[in-house]
DNA sequence: CGGACAACCTGGCGGC
DNA sequence: TGCCGCCAGGTTGTCC
């Protein structure tokens, strides 16, 4: 669930209460959601390591400590916040992984599906090499983007999803980002136009930084690290409102299936001629 | 390289 | 209410 947005804004509210704090090991009931090291040697490298930053790569959540970097992954129903671990009432059921900090305090990763993946490392790019570029950073320009979609060949939207080829969407905001630069989502990237390319970069960055001012979209299980809900699922275009009106003209909106996930579009302002 | 599909898992929802 | 099938913000591996 959780894509570019989302983990933006849970990396933000992490970001004050866990910076500093001292990790004091592991407690684990879900052993695959640990992917790597061992859960052994997670548990006696990560105790005592203080938090020192708290940053984003794509959608890992990267937590920099003093000798390694806790990376976590929340797939689709992660979650992973803070809180006193002397609750005698649990309201998560899905807490899998525990790190206890100092203060009667725990860093907790919640996955219903179990998805999820916690990992321990002191070299994040082992894990996060094979990503494309951040495309909210101010080096990553439009040329860029349209040089690196010029060397693929595959349907617009199956290629937004590519982690390799830009990181951080997903099936939200490739629709969204979709909608607003008016490209259905089955052109084929080698049939854009340059005035298509430049459109759909403006419209991928824009997509995404309306959906982390909004604080990610709660369609689901998606919760922001206090717990609450973001707004942006409030403000999309088509995302989940197949049947129900185009916010541009109208139309009701379609659902279908492209790369193997929901893709919904306006027919009338996503024609294949509407350019 | 690209596309299709199964796996990994559980929960929520609509239909009957 | 209960059961059943389908769907879900992601990724990876396999096969063609």
């Known amino acids: 669930m959780p894509e570019?947005?989302?983990?933006?804004t849970v990396v933000r509210g992490l970001r004050p209460v866990l910076v500093g704090r001292t990790l004091q090991g592991l407690w684990c009931d879900w052993p695959r959601a640990v992917h790597s090291p061992s859960l052994e040697e997670f548990a006696d490298r990560v105790r005592g390591q203080r938090v020192l930053a708290v940053e984003r790569r794509a959608k890992y959540i990267v937590i920099q400590l003093e000798?390694?970097?806790l990376l976590v992954h929340l797939k689709m129903t992660g979650r992973?916040?803070?809180s006193p671990c002397d609750r005698v009432q649990e309201a998560d059921r899905w807490v899998h992984v525990r790190f206890p900090l100092d203060g009667a305090e725990e860093l907790r990763f919640s996955d219903s599906r179990k998805f999820g993946r916690v990992y321990l490392t002191s070299n994040p790019t082992r894990i996060t090499g094979d990503l494309g570029p951040e495309p909210l950073a101010e080096a990553f320009s439009a040329a860029e983007f349209a040089q690196r979609l010029k060397l693929r060949d595959k349907g617009i939207k199956a290629l937004l999803l590519d982690q390799t080829f830009i990181a951080g969407v997903g099936n939200i905001y490739a629709d969204e980002a979709l909608f607003r630069?008016?490209?259905h989502p089955l052109t084929r990237s080698r049939d854009l136009t340059d005035a298509q390319i430049t459109t759909l970069y403006e419209t991928v960055r824009?997509?995404?930084?309306d959906g982390i001012a909004r604080e990610g979209a709660s369609v689901n299980w998606y919760r922001k690290a206090d717990g609450s809900r973001g707004s942006a699922q409030d403000s999309l275009f088509v995302y989940g409102r197949a049947g129900q009106?185009?916010?541009v003209c109208g139309t009701p909106l379609q659902k279908i299936r492209v790369a193997q996930r929901g893709t919904h579009f306006c027919p009338s302002c996503q024609s294949f001629e509407g350019v």
Not at 4 to 8: A, I, K, N, S, T
Not at 206 to 209: C, F, G, K, R, T
């Open 181 to 183: 630069a008016r490209i």
């Open 67 to 69: 000798h390694d970097y």
């Open 80 to 82: 992973l916040y803070v």
């Open 4 to 8: 570019l947005p989302e983990v933006e």
């Open 206 to 209: 824009a997509a995404l930084a």
């Open 245 to 247: 009106p185009c916010r």
